[in-house]
């Protein structure tokens, strides 16, 4: 900060002008996106920790330019903010592998006298940037069986039925008291290979509740896999 003081002389005196000239750095950007890695859809806060140059002991005013770039298959809840603190950020991956985002910071000082122009010339702006990492969930596309024969053998294919490869598994049929052989405790093997009998006299539906997991940690929904056993015994 620098203060110059212009001096007037004639033959009735002098007279004084004072001029002050603010030389800043620009702005130190920075902040943080917690967490920076976790399964989708992943809320991220965004801590904004820029610190102002300052003009005699004041800060210096400051705008905000924020931008998301997304990779193909994937979405943010915003693209660009301009607030000094944006919202909580989500992202959603629905492809089948990990995909990074960036988050970017422009941070430009304003003229402290005139706020509606950018500071010097040229402009003293800052930029930085951070990554998110979003790790997709599994996906299990339900089976459904309809067979006459009696008794019958599941023979369900989990990951087969699934988008993410060498994912795991826990599943579980509904009881239904007309069929003998569901499992109705909590299973955690990638195929089903119940031997189901009908002992009704009407055809009889076993539902299965599957829930898959990706190697990364990621739980997908439950999906429902049914069987239909139409044989009838005489």
Avoid at 89 to 99: E, I
Avoid at 114 to 131: D, E, I, K, V, Y
Avoid at 182 to 197: K, V
Wanted: aromatic share 8%.
């Amino acid at each position: 900060y620098y203060t110059i003081t212009q001096v007037y002389y004639n033959s009735c005196g002098s007279n004084s002008m004072v001029r002050h000239i603010c030389v800043i750095n620009p702005p130190t950007c920075q902040f943080t996106a917690t967490p920076s890695s976790g399964c989708t859809p992943l809320t991220v806060a965004i801590n904004n920790t820029t610190v102002a140059p300052t003009c005699s002991g004041t800060p210096v005013p400051l705008t905000y330019a924020w931008t998301v770039t997304s990779p193909t298959g994937t979405t943010a809840s915003y693209t660009t903010s301009s607030a000094q603190a944006p919202a909580n950020l989500v992202l959603t991956n629905t492809t089948t592998s990990p995909q990074t985002f960036t988050i970017s910071l422009t941070v430009t000082p304003k003229d402290p006298y005139a706020t509606a122009l950018n500071f010097g010339n040229p402009n003293c702006t800052s930029t930085c940037s951070q990554t998110v990492t979003v790790n997709p969930k599994p996906v299990y596309t339900p089976v459904n069986i309809t067979t006459c024969n009696d008794p019958y053998t599941a023979a369900i294919n989990l990951q087969a039925a699934t988008n993410i490869a060498n994912s795991t598994f826990s599943w579980q049929a509904s009881a239904n008291t007309n069929v003998d052989g569901e499992s109705t405790t909590a299973q955690t093997t990638a195929t089903i290979n119940d031997i189901l009998d009908n002992t009704a006299t009407s055809p009889q539906t076993v539902s299965y509740t599957i829930t898959p997991t990706s190697p990364l940690g990621c739980v997908g929904n439950a999906a429902t896999s049914t069987i239909l056993l139409n044989y009838v015994d005489a």
